[in-house]
């Protein structure tokens, strides 16, 4: 079974600072959807950025970018001028074909002001 | 359009009582996902449709859990005869298809059973 893994539980970051979030994965497949979703107070899970793993190129998405290394099943985000409404919970999370996501445990962030 | 919505916000209930928690998806979207969230825990799969097919149980921890889904779209999550460990954040998706379209996430609802 495939598995998602969140090494970091909690991270911090100061305004306007960079900082990356680690996710690893395990999958035999090679072709496969990658996600950050992002979870602030209110319980709603957003969607940061997806990855194709048959793509090389990183997604971005304004101050969201991964890093994908699919040889080392690898896929940090980075988040750049990082703001007071970063701070949430963030799942990386793993998806092949007619199944259901497979979410890493979480990290919380938190940005001091 | 309006995104995914669910109903109650939250529920607290007693030992024993069965709830029904409702999801509407996206218009549209012929996929539906349940999740639950369990304190400091990640998201577990529960069960998932897509549009006609038998839906994927798998996910479910136990036979007082079950799920439907009418006419394609708003689904409904029964849990019967609720225990503690059934205390979490429930979570419901849709997407667009099964495959390897974004899941698009409701608000959830908190359940606590006392």
């Known amino acids: 079974a495939q598995t998602v893994t969140q090494s970091q539980p909690e991270m911090s970051v100061q305004e306007a600072e960079t900082v990356t979030l680690s996710c690893t994965y395990d999958?035999?497949?090679?072709?496969?959807?990658l996600f950050w979703y992002k979870q602030p107070p209110s319980r709603q899970m957003i969607l940061v950025i997806r990855q194709e793993a048959y793509k090389q190129q990183n997604a971005t998405e304004n101050r969201f970018s991964v890093n994908f290394q699919k040889a080392a099943k690898s896929f940090s985000l980075k988040i750049s001028d990082s703001q007071l409404g970063d701070a949430a919970m963030y799942f990386c999370a793993y998806k092949k074909g007619n199944t259901p996501l497979v979410f890493g445990k979480g990290t919380r962030l938190s940005v001091i002001a | 359009g309006a995104g995914v919505s669910q109903s109650p916000s939250n529920k607290v209930t007693e030992k024993g009582k069965d709830v029904e928690l409702r999801c509407d998806p996206i218009?549209?979207?012929?996929?539906l996902y349940w999740y639950r969230q369990s304190l400091g825990q990640g998201l577990e799969f529960l069960i998932y449709?897509?549009?006609?097919?038998?839906?994927?149980k798998s996910g479910l921890p136990s036979d007082r859990f079950s799920a439907e889904r009418t006419g394609g779209s708003v689904s409904t999550l029964t849990i019967q005869r609720t225990q503690q460990e059934d205390s979490a954040v429930y979570l419901c998706a849709s997407s667009l298809l099964a495959g390897m379209d974004t899941q698009y996430f409701g608000p959830g609802t908190r359940l606590t059973v006392l």
């Open positions: 999958t035999s497949e090679s072709d496969y959807y």
């Open positions: 218009s549209g979207h012929t996929a």
């Open positions: 449709f897509q549009g006609n097919s038998a839906p994927d």
